[in-house]
T-cell receptor
Framework: GQNIDQPTEMTATEGAIVQINCTYQTSGFNGLFWYQQHAGEAPTFLSYNVLDGLEEKGRFSSFLSRSKGYSYLLLKELQMKDSASYLCAVTDTDKLIFGTGTRLQVFP | DGGITQSPKYLFRKEGQNVTLSCEQNLNHDAMYWYRQDPGQGLRLIYYSQIVNDFQKGDIAEGYSVSREKKESFPLTVTSAQKNPTAFYLC?????????????FGQGTRLTVV
């Protein structure tokens, strides 16, 4: 089976940095994705990790430790438009399994 | 433009009726997925398919059925056996061979059963 855990909600201030954690347990790991989802909309792709280490993409970075079953998404220079849900997803053999998502609220 | 299309965006049905949600993609992707999302929740996998004429149950397949007769199409039927069908349904596709590529999502269908 598989299990993916994320915090349910987080809050942060505009201009700050926030780290969203994801822990997972899967039987056949082929990579980890992070998606952003605004309310009522489809998820949009942010990042992909398959090897240990940090992947940086502008204001967003994602880290993976396969041995620990752990990833985080780091958002820098937060903007109001970053208020959204952030979904961690793991490829388990041929499945794509999502966590419950973390709702981030950014305040001025 | 390549993409994945779900229709309709909003759907209303009476309790006890079957309803079919459409999902079409022109991205030449082999893998397609159906997810259900309830308010404030993550995405739960209903069914997925890696190749034409083959599909597998996800975590919450009871009360749902699918078909994959064409590479481009993966319709989902919500049957009367599904106890709580009101939800936001998302279809996705991705390459089955290039595992480092992301899944692309349709805009979703919001189903309300009254």
């Amino acid at each position: 089976g598989q299990n993916i855990d994320q915090p349910t909600e987080m809050t942060a201030t505009e201009g700050a940095i926030v780290q969203i954690n994801c822990t997972y347990q899967t039987s056949g790991f082929n990579g980890l994705f992070w998606y952003q989802q605004h309310a009522g909309e489809a998820p949009t792709f942010l990042s992909y990790n398959v090897l240990d280490g940090l992947e940086e993409k502008g204001r967003f970075s994602s880290f993976l430790s396969r041995s620990k079953g752990y990833s985080y998404l780091l958002l820098k220079e937060l903007q109001m438009k970053d208020s959204a849900s952030y979904l961690c997803a793991v490829t388990d053999t041929d499945k794509l399994i999502f966590g419950t998502g973390t709702r981030l609220q950014v305040f001025p | 433009d390549g993409g994945i299309t779900q229709s309709p965006k909003y759907l209303f049905r009476k309790e006890g009726q079957n309803v079919t949600l459409s999902c079409e993609q022109n991205l030449n992707h082999d893998a397609m997925y159906w997810y259900r999302q309830d308010p404030g929740q993550g995405l739960r996998l209903i069914y997925y398919s890696q190749i034409v004429n083959d599909f597998q149950k996800g975590d919450i397949a009871e009360g749902y059925s699918v078909s994959r007769e064409k590479k481009e199409s993966f319709p989902l039927t919500v049957t009367s056996a599904q106890k709580n069908p009101t939800a936001f349904y998302l279809c996705a596709s991705r390459s089955a061979t290039a595992l480092n590529t992301e899944a692309f999502f349709g805009q979703g269908t919001r189903l309300t059963v009254v």
